[in-house]
């Protein structure tokens, strides 16, 4: 079981900033996958970010790229979502995920994730 706890959202201008942490409970950390999704109200949820498990290998989706770093720090059991330029688009409730066995190493598919915490707001004011 792995239990994932996000911090770091809240209000911010456009073209500020955030970085969001995830922090996993359990000690296997280092053997998942992890991603950011995020849920915009009305909206379904979508793909942010991934990062393989050793943290060398990221995907984001288009949306991000360029914008937004995904890092993570195995002996802390964290990951981290830093985003920069942030537009009223961004605005969205973000989940933290972890995937155990994917068969991708940075999967971007909500179905490939095992675990999920329960969302940190992010809103960026015009």
């Known amino acids: 079981q792995v239990q994932l706890v996000e911090s770091g959202g809240g209000l911010v201008q456009a073209g500020g900033s955030l970085r969001l942490s995830c922090a996993a409970s359990g000690r296997t950390f280092g053997n998942y996958a992890m991603g950011w999704f995020r849920q915009a109200p009305g909206k379904e949820r979508e793909f942010v970010a991934a990062?393989?498990?050793?943290?060398?290998?990221?995907a984001y989706a288009e949306s991000v790229r360029g914008r937004s770093t995904i890092s993570r720090d195995n002996a802390k059991n964290t990951v981290y979502l830093q985003m920069n330029s942030l537009k009223p688009e961004d605005t969205a409730v973000y989940y933290c995920?972890?995937?155990?066995?994917?068969?991708?190493?940075?999967?971007?598919?909500?179905?490939?994730?095992?675990?999920w915490g329960q969302g940190t707001q992010v809103t960026v004011s015009s």
């Open positions: 990062i393989s498990w050793s943290g060398l290998d990221t």
């Open positions: 995920a972890a995937a155990y066995a994917s068969r991708h190493i940075t999967p971007i598919g909500e179905g490939e994730y095992d675990y």
